[in-house]
Each structure stands twice: as structure tokens, then as C-alpha cells.
């Protein structure tokens, strides 16, 4: 009897010293990559390294930006994965994300990595925007095929375009930093304050207004091309339009905030990796890796038609530009669910 009181104790004490041992460490992510990404990109890296596991805290990039800078004095995320490069530069500029030199990062495209000193972002792949028209709404409509930013002015198409608004998501926030980078200040306020009389309503998702022109809500929806590819692939009957004067873009990066954590200097890493690469490619055709570059079915070419983007003068200039917009257009913006 005493011998088996003394091994049952025993084996129990190995086998929760066995669960210890092998437990998990989880990190959390802080992404506004689509929903629909998210298992890929979490059992990609879960598979490469099998002692860690992501905690994923997902909102869209004006919303997630904001969380970040509110905890900046007492962070909870280990990493950023998935957010504007203009966000990230404001996030590095406030301290949230710490310089970092990751592995392999000489095979990442330049023009996708933090331009200053001591970098603390790294582009995973870059995300553009572009018009998704409905042929089949705008027939019934008799509605033309818009081809340029102005032709979205002319009053036919009244009540019947969406786009994101641009203080709770990046890709709005990327449109109209593009309006006003190539416009310039005062006539590309102008410009939206003109396209404001023809808007149905601003949401709060980026790629929203695509999805609601794909299912015949908007005619119109100014919105990621990626997810116009996806629906066009999936029979939606939108046209995806790069309009003549250029689509604003953003690189989509990852950034290291806890230093302490060699889990998450590894996550760093490995969303470098060509691995990782692979995946985002599946989604975008332009990702940060130089040796990935698989065609996405309906994607347009996007890189004949990207204008210039200031980065850092995005960063710099978010608080007032939003300030500005939304004093201006946030009336029509749809409740927050």
C-alpha cells in the first residue's frame, strides 16, 4: 500500500513537470490584418515554432493605432503585426516600437522598411486602394464606368459611393493622404469636400465599402484592391478601377515592442522569413520578400499606378488631418458596431 501511495503522487508530480515543460508561450499580436488572414499567418508561425503561441487583438488601424498609443506607458502587446507603415512610424516615434535588427532583413524590398535611423518597422507587403464598381447596379442605375478621381464628382453618381473614414481605418486614412499629397492641402480639401455631396455614408473598415459595392449596397465603394480581387474572384460583378491621377498605398509592417521577450524577436523574424512571404503573397501580390512574386488572380497592376507617399509626413500629420476630416465629414459615417 505505501509503495503505491508513493509512485501515484510521483507520477502525477512528472506529468504536470511534463505540462510545464512543453507549455506554450503565448505572445500577444496586436494586427489589423483582415479577420480572414489571421489562421494562416498564426499556424504558419505556430508550426515553425511550436513552444509559442500568438494571442491575436484585432481592430482596424486607426483604432488599433490608437490602443497602442493609449498603452504606451504600460504596453500589452509583444509585437505589431499588420499595421500601416504611417502608424508604425507614429508608433516608433512615440516610443511604442523599439529598433530592431532582424534576421535576413537585407532581403526585404528598401522601399518597404522604416527609412530612418535605428529602424523599428519592417513591410511585410503593401497594401493599395483602388475603386470597385458594380457593372450590374450601375446598368440598372444608369451609372457611367467612372476612370478618374473627378469623374466620382459629377452628380450621377449622388448617394451611391463609399469609402472608409479615414480616423478608424488605415486604408481611408491612405486615400486621403494621397488626395492631399498629390493635389496638394488646399485642393485636395476641396476635392473631398466636392466628393462628400456625393457620398452614401464612411465606414469603418477598410475594405468595407468594397464588400458593400460587391453585394449591390453602393454602386461606387473606394476600398483596398485586395478585396475587390477576392470578390470579383468569387463571381461579384465589380470591376476593380485604378483611376487615372494615381491610388494611394501603404506597406503593411511588423515592429518588435516587448525587447525582453525572445518569443517575439523570433515572431519579428520569422514574418520576414520567405516562409511568411509566401503567405501574405497569397493575398497580395506585393509583399516584402525580394524572391516573392506569385500573381494574384484579378489583382490589378497596381504598381504602374502608385503616386508617391511620405510616410513620416503621414505620421506627422495624422492628428490634424483627422481633426480636419472629421470636423468636415464625419456626419455621414456609419455608427460604430
Sequence with gaps: MKKTWLVAPLTALM??????????QELTVYTAFETDMLAK???????????IKIKWVRDSTGIMTAKLLAEKSNPRADVVWGLAGSSMALLKEEGVLKPYQPKELSKI??????????????????????????????????LNKPTTWDDLLKPEYKGHIAMPNPASSGTGYMQVSAWLQTMGEQKGWDYMAKLDQNIAHYTH????????????????????????????????????????????????????????????????????????????????????HKDVNKPVKNYPNVQQAMVKMDFSK????????????????????EPRS
Design 15 to 24: 506529468a504536470l513537470s511534463s505540462t510545464q515543460a512543453f507549455a506554450a
Design 314 to 333: 503621414m505620421a506627422v500629420s495624422r492628428e490634424d488631418v483627422l481633426k480636419t476630416w472629421s470636423d468636415k465629414f464625419d456626419a455621414k459615417s
Design 205 to 288: 473598415s477598410g475594405s468595407k465599402p468594397c464588400v458593400q459595392a460587391g453585394m449591390g449596397e453602393v454602386a461606387i465603394g473606394i476600398s483596398m484592391a485586395i478585396r475587390g480581387a477576392k470578390l470579383k474572384s468569387q463571381g461579384a460583378p465589380i470591376d476593380i478601377i485604378l483611376p487615372e491621377g494615381g491610388v494611394g498605398w501603404e506597406a503593411e509592417a511588423v515592429g518588435l515592442v516587448n525587447t525582453q521577450s525572445d518569443a517575439a524577436k523570433r515572431l519579428v523574424d520569422w514574418s520576414l522569413s520567405k516562409d511568411a512571404n509566401q503567405l501574405y503573397n497569397e493575398f497580395y501580390p506585393v509583399v516584402g
Design 41 to 51: 499567418f498564426k499556424t504558419g508561425f505556430e508550426k515553425a515554432n511550436p513552444d
Design 109 to 142: 524590398h528598401s522601399n518597404l522598411i522604416d527609412p530612418q535611423a535605428n529602424p523599428a518597422w519592417f513591410g511585410n507587403d503593401a497594401f493599395f486602394n483602388a475603386v470597385c464598381f458594380n457593372e450590374k447596379v450601375a446598368k440598372q442605375l444608369g
